[in-house]
């Protein structure tokens, strides 16, 4: 529906602009939401590095779900000066889909503040838990060669004390491993996030001073609206966590299946 503009023309829309207005505020919130949830994420595993006792604390199983709904608050508060003071949104024959008058420095400074916000702050939470973790996997592999020490030269029964703690310290430093590694893998997501909106961005903030074209919005469009697909893509990547949950439900869906099919065979 949000392309159909591309078919019909403005036309189409003449009479519908209430459907342009939905159809505009519903993209636009979609895609600054793409933005936030990597910015949460990013917030997320900084607390998590920094303060673990914190995080426990914080993300609950109560907290949680209020948390996720953050982003999609965040969207929708940033479309709401759109309709407040700048005229709402109307279809613009050159992107060929419904947002504010691109003609309009403000609305347009607006958007790029917020999205430059959003990806200063993952880029933040990115580096300050890196640098936690790096810290922290120094402090224990200097710890670590002592306590090996220490195991050789002590008795049995405090060996094995010491060797538990020894055992400790080898899954902590796997661990960090583990985090420093995931760490990267999201910093080049926020990256490739930030890369692929690139072309619509400078489009929007620069549209006052020279017109694009048809060939290059739909270009920035498209190439923009991969990235909340790639973010699924990325989750996979990133963590075993997530790949793990895929196929449980992937699994799910298909027991669930071959259920209904015995159940559908036995009662015939």
């Known amino acids: 529906m949000a392309k159909i503009g591309v078919v019909q023309g403005e036309l189409y829309y003449y009479h519908r602009w209430r459907l ?4 505009g505020t519903v ?7 793409a ?35 953050i982003p999609w608050c965040i969207a929708l508060l940033t479309v709401l000066p759109m309709f407040i003071w700048w005229g709402g949104m109307e279809f613009d024959p050159e992107t060929m889909f419904c947002l504010s008058d691109l003609d309009n420095m403000q609305p347009n400074m607006f958007l790029a503040a917020v999205m430059s916000l959003s990806v200063i702050l993952s880029f933040m939470s990115i580096i300050v838990a890196q640098f936690r973790i790096k810290a922290k996997r120094r402090q224990l592999t200097a710890i670590a060669p002592n306590i090996s020490l220490m195991n050789v030269i002590g008795s049995d029964r405090k060996g094995k004390e010491k060797n538990d703690n020894t055992d400790d310290i080898t899954e902590g430093l796997r661990q960090e491993h583990d985090d420093i590694a995931m760490s990267g893998r999201l910093l080049a997501a926020i ?7 690139s072309p619509a961005l400078v489009a929007f903030v620069t549209h006052h001073i020279m017109n694009y074209g048809r060939d290059f919005w ?12 790639l ?3 990325c989750y996979v990547i990133i963590s075993k966590y997530f790949r ?6 992937i699994r799910l869906i298909f027991c669930c299946k071959k259920r209904q099919r015995y159940a559908t065979v036995a009662n015939a």
């Open 20 to 23: 342009c207005e939905f159809l």
């Open 27 to 33: 993209c636009f919130s979609a895609c600054s939401c």
């Open 35 to 69: 933005f936030w949830c990597i910015t949460g994420l990013a917030v997320n595993r900084m607390i998590l590095v920094c303060s673990p006792k914190q995080y426990k604390r914080i993300f609950t199983w109560r907290t949680t779900p209020i948390f996720s709904f």
């Open 191 to 197: 990256f490739l996030s930030s890369f692929i909106w």
């Open 218 to 229: 739909a270009f920035a469009s498209l190439l923009g609206h991969m990235q909340p697909g």
């Open 231 to 233: 973010d699924c893509l």
């Open 244 to 249: 793990r949950g895929y196929k449980n439900a």
